[in-house]
């Protein structure tokens, strides 16, 4: 999957992935009137909400994107019916030629990893049959348990041609708390990129692995030093724009090839209808507001990446 997404990235020299994280305070007024009026004001009127904002995001940006990136909690917290709008946004976004990377940062071990493996990335057997839970393409892992929770998402990904990123700096504030702490005199977040790139070496594509990292845009330096440790594992790259990362601060991040990295942003395009840079668009336009931010976006790291 990998190669696949490398290539996608290639062709539309666009290295950035749009994530879908919807919070009904960033759903147009008129969205939300229509899905209440004939849901109510129910989980499954919230849902309907939040599917038809997606819907109208995808269709302005697929043909810009390489990925999309949504994080299922914005989701969950609508119950079922969120998580029907998660299945839904993953397959139109199939549906569209984007690869969808799902943002679910599980993290457990044995039996219980296996089965957020299948059921995210692969397929569950029922009697005689097999079915695919969210079929989505690549897959957040968190990777505090080890190898216990880490290797059977490996072992799907190999039968099924799927990836992973597993966290390793991320963007928050607080992430130093555990992830800069000294381990025998070397912080525990490298001896983390160290271990990927030894995992990514069982599942390798063309030129980077199906093991992949994230690395918060929010912490350039660290991300320079990470780059040279994984030097054939992707980068997803958290943090652009809202958090505080710059376009000029994630060249590192990339390879000299001009890949290795691919940008996130969220509610900086969801969103972008909200800020003053793009209000002139309207609440009614909010998706040509988002088309703009991506376009924006794009200009601004492949800019980066051509001063460097």
């Given at each position: 999957m990998i190669n696949t997404l490398v290539d996608k990235i290639s062709a539309l020299n666009a290295p950035v992935v749009v994530g879908l994280d919807p919070m009904l305070a960033y759903v147009p007024e008129y969205i939300k009137k229509a899905a209440f009026e004939e849901y109510g004001e129910t989980l499954e009127g919230a849902s309907e909400a939040?599917?038809?904002f997606n819907k109208a995001i995808v269709d302005a940006v697929y043909d810009l994107i390489p990925a999309v990136k949504p994080q299922i909690a914005m989701y969950e917290q609508f119950g079922i019916p969120g998580l029907m709008a998660f299945e839904k946004t993953c397959e139109y976004c199939k549906s569209k030629g984007l690869l969808v990377i799902g943002d679910i940062k599980r993290g457990d071990i044995g039996s219980s990893s296996a089965a957020y493996a299948v059921g995210h990335l692969g397929r569950v057997s029922v009697g005689s049959k097999t079915y695919s839970g969210f079929s989505e393409d690549f897959v957040t892992v968190n990777p505090y348990l080890g190898s216990d929770g880490v290797k059977p998402f490996i072992d799907i990904c190999k039968q099924e041609n799927k990836g992973i990123f597993v966290l390793v700096k991320t963007s928050n504030p607080?992430?130093?708390e555990f992830q800069d702490q000294m381990v025998n005199g070397t912080p525990l977040y490298e001896l983390v990129g160290k271990k990927v790139a030894e995992w990514g070496e069982e599942c390798m594509g063309d030129t980077y692995s199906n093991v992949g990292c994230v690395v918060g845009a929010t912490y350039p330096e660290m991300g320079k030093v990470l780059r040279k440790l994984m030097p054939k594992t992707y980068i997803l790259v958290p943090g652009y724009g809202a958090q505080g990362g710059r376009a000029e601060d994630l060249v590192h991040y990339?390879?000299?090839d001009g890949l290795g990295a691919i940008v996130n942003s969220s509610r900086g395009i969801i969103a972008a209808y909200?800020?003053?840079?793009?209000?002139s668009f309207g609440e009614?336009?909010?998706a040509d507001a988002s088309r703009q931010a991506v376009i924006?976006?794009?200009a601004d790291i492949t800019g980066a990446l051509a001063k460097r």
């Open positions: 939040i599917w038809q607080s992430s130093g990339f390879n000299e909200k800020q003053e840079k793009y209000a009614e336009n909010f924006d976006m794009i």
